[in-house]
């Protein structure tokens, strides 16, 4: 039987049934400092997808640092057929100065799919794009909220992709979100040139949080298994079913002052219910936010200080909330009691 022929990347070569990091050169800073972009690749002995799983594109967004870390950990890459490349931190800028953005103040995630004379960032966005996933036959990009914001664990695709719709039904988050492609989004530019790209997002800026990265690695190998990457030993199907949501709505604070929230994210509301209360310092006005419809809270703000039209709550709209209400229990009641995690503490 003939030997699987060797991965080629950034000048190296990595033999089947080995994994190796390569360092992609992105640029050099002011003062002489190289810049790479790390990416970590698996090649399978035997034939199979090449999916790529992507992290830090927004440089606070380090929860998917950690859910990277944990997946190349996974024992169940022993047996990887296929190749995976893995990429921890794409925006090394950003990640180092604890910034969503590059040093020339653009937001990585709306440059794609970038040129190779352009700015910092439209370099980085044609680096990624044609070394990565051009190269690749499935993306999974993982992603926070931005500070002062969190995150309930959830799957984002664009409304007419029937592919992408069922890869989010197998990785098994609380929520499955439609969400349009936006102008310059590594999503959009991936859809261009005919590659799928699942969108994870979990937790809160520049924070760890032990569900959602709990929630991210089991997804990723529920999906890795599904492609025909991975063999089913060890990996727990989900309990429940995503709840899909196709429309969602941010509620704005209708005044400034102190949120007092009394809603969490993944609680389920009804049309009508008190989700916060905004009031002023002396506590002689208060304002509250209300639910405009039945709905599952995806998102919210964590700072306590609000100004007129902060967004305070996510709101992604839910077609039965008894429905609703019993899958996200489910789902968080498996991410608990998983064992396969255990070992990885949180510091």
Not at 189 to 213: C, N, P, Q, T, Y
Request: glycine content about 10%; overall charge neutral.
């Amino acid at each position: 039987m003939a030997r699987r022929a060797a991965f080629e990347i950034g000048g190296q070569t990595i033999s089947a049934g080995t994994r190796q990091t390569v360092d992609l050169p992105v640029s050099v800073l002011s003062d002489h400092t190289p810049v790479s972009m790390s990416v970590h690749v698996v090649h399978g002995k035997a034939d199979g997808p090449t999916v790529f799983v992507s992290a830090g594109i927004h440089g606070d967004e380090v929860i998917g640092v950690e859910i990277v870390r944990r997946l190349l950990r996974a024992t169940n890459l022993k047996s990887l057929r296929g190749t995976l490349i893995v990429i921890p931190i794409v925006n090394a800028f950003g990640f180092l100065s604890h910034s969503r953005y590059l040093p020339d103040r653009r937001d990585l995630n709306r440059m794609f799919p970038g040129t190779s004379g352009g700015s910092l960032a439209s370099r980085l966005a044609h680096l990624f794009l044609n070394e990565i996933v051009a190269r690749c036959d499935l993306g999974i990009d993982l992603h926070s909220a931005a500070i002062h914001r969190t995150n309930l664990p959830q799957v984002r695709i664009s409304p007419d992709n029937a592919y992408t719709a069922r890869l989010a039904e197998v990785f098994g988050a609380p929520v499955i979100l439609q969400s349009p492609l936006r102008k310059g989004s590594l999503r959009g530019a991936a859809k261009d040139i005919g590659k799928d790209v699942l969108l994870f997002e979990a937790g809160e800026g520049l924070r760890f949080d032990e569900m959602s990265v709990r929630a991210g690695v089991a997804g990723i190998l529920r999906v890795l298994h599904h492609v025909g990457q991975l063999p089913a030993k060890g990996i727990a199907k989900p309990k429940a079913p995503s709840q899909y949501c196709t429309s969602s709505k941010w509620l704005r604070a209708p005044a400034g002052g102190l949120l007092r929230t009394f809603r969490a994210d993944g609680d389920v509301v009804a049309k009508g219910d008190v989700m916060a209360v905004v009031a002023d310092p002396f506590g002689e006005l208060e304002e509250e936010v209300i639910a405009p419809f039945n709905g599952i809270v995806v998102g919210r703000a964590v700072l306590p200080i609000v100004n007129e039209g902060d967004a305070v709550f996510h709101l992604a709209r839910v077609k039965s909330m008894a429905i609703a209400e019993g899958a996200v229990e489910d789902l968080n009641d498996q991410l608990s009691d998983d064992p396969l995690f255990d070992e990885d503490e949180i510091i």
